[in-house]
């Protein structure tokens, strides 16, 4: 299994940002996948999933209507839009692959991708 | 709003034993919260210890492991060792496909 994101960077306050994170080694549609981020010196903070199978979303509280989980499974990747990015955003954000629907697995972790939301 | 609370360090002898827990703000913790452990060391990404509770993942040796005890989940580490020193994460499943990391604790083997 390999996770691999990609899509940080530098984005102002109120901008846009798209994470992408390839998936190899599994069958990568029938998977929940998920975000999951880190801030600078700070906790986890599981950010949102999507059930493999039927694409079921689901969001923390602190980015419902701003992020959205999304997979293309003919490539094999996992997305987040990030829209109104703000200071609190700023992490290292971490794609992991679940379990099959019914599960509640945190399997294997990618090594992260930086998003910094500063002005 | 759910709290997952962690003890925030915790230090043990080489050799020793030690028990960090995981619990709720309000309540108590239950194998339906379907509790997982991670271990995190600077600068790399979380590893999966423990599952459901008590399923070790692979890999991971059996002096670790997971349990419920009281209201709380709970990870034991016998026999600590110096490489076991590392930020200890759990994360609770609190229903409607929401889940809640605690905050971590800080493990000191000396």
């Known amino acids: 299994v390999q996770l691999l994101e990609s899509g940080g960077g530098l984005v102002q306050p109120g901008g846009s940002l798209r994470l992408s994170c390839a998936a190899s080694?599994?069958?990568?549609?029938?998977?929940?996948m998920r975000w999951v981020r880190q801030a600078p010196e700070k906790g986890l903070e599981w950010v949102s999933s999507i059930r493999g199978g039927d694409t079921t979303t689901h969001y923390a509280d602190s980015v419902r209507g701003r992020f959205t989980i999304s997979r293309d499974t003919s490539k094999n990747t996992l997305f987040l839009q990030m829209d109104s990015l703000r200071g609190e955003d700023t992490a290292v954000y971490y794609c992991v692959k679940g379990g099959v629907p019914g599960t509640y697995y945190f399997d294997n972790w990618g090594q992260g991708t930086l998003v910094t939301v500063s002005s | 709003q759910t709290v997952v609370t962690q003890e925030p360090s915790f230090s043990v002898s080489p050799g020793g034993t030690v028990t960090l827990t995981c619990g709720l703000s309000?309540?108590?913790?239950?194998?339906?919260?379907?509790p997982i452990w991670f271990q995190q060391t600077p600068g790399q990404p979380p590893r999966t210890l423990i599952y459901d509770t008590e399923i070790r993942s692979s890999g991971v040796p059996d002096r670790l492991s997971g349990s419920i005890l009281g209201p709380k989940a709970a990870l034991t580490i016998t026999g600590a060792q110096a490489h076991d020193e590392s930020d200890y994460y759990c994360?609770?499943?609190?229903?409607?496909?929401?889940?809640?990391f605690g905050g971590g604790t800080k493990l000191t083997v000396l």
């Open positions: 080694g599994f069958s990568f549609g029938l998977y929940t």
């Open positions: 309000s309540g108590s913790v239950s194998t339906a919260h379907h």
């Open positions: 994360v609770l499943f609190v229903g409607r496909g929401i889940w809640v």
